[in-house]
């Protein structure tokens, strides 16, 4: 079992910048693949940014150039910075976990452990 906690959410200007966390716990976190998805009111739940054991990223296309996601084995810690934000980035972020190592990391369906979810608003 992996317990996650996200954390850094807030209210932001438009074009600002904002980092969320998110605290892993349960198992050996360098062998989990993470991943970072949102969700806005009304709207399905998206994904954002992923990070493999191996430190492969994969983004989505509209967050491509302004967030990163990265790393800290050693703090069980997955980061998204996230940076010239804009209104429509307001959503709860949730943090997510796998084990496999196959699958479309772009599916909420391939992960089996979720955070609580963290509100990120944006004011234009």
């Known amino acids: 079992q992996v317990q996650l906690v996200e954390s850094g959410g807030g209210l932001v200007q438009g074009g600002g910048s904002l980092r969320v966390s998110c605290v892993a716990s349960?198992?050996?976190?360098?062998?989990?693949?993470m991943g970072w998805f949102r969700q806005a009111p009304g709207k399905e739940r998206d994904f954002v940014a992923a990070?493999?054991?191996?430190?492969?990223?994969f983004y989505a296309d509209s967050v491509k150039g302004r967030f990163t996601i990265s790393r800290d084995n050693a703090k069980n810690t997955v980061y998204l910075q996230m940076n010239s934000l804009k209104p429509e980035d307001t959503a709860v972020y949730y943090c997510?976990?796998?084990?496999?190592?196959?699958?479309?990391?772009?599916?909420?369906?391939?992960?089996?452990?979720w955070g609580q979810g963290t509100q990120v608003t944006v004011s234009s």
């Open positions: 997510a976990a796998v084990a496999s190592h196959f699958g479309d990391y772009r599916s909420p369906r391939l992960y089996n452990y």
């Open positions: 990070i493999w054991w191996s430190d492969s990223t």
């Open positions: 349960g198992r050996t976190f360098s062998s989990l693949n």
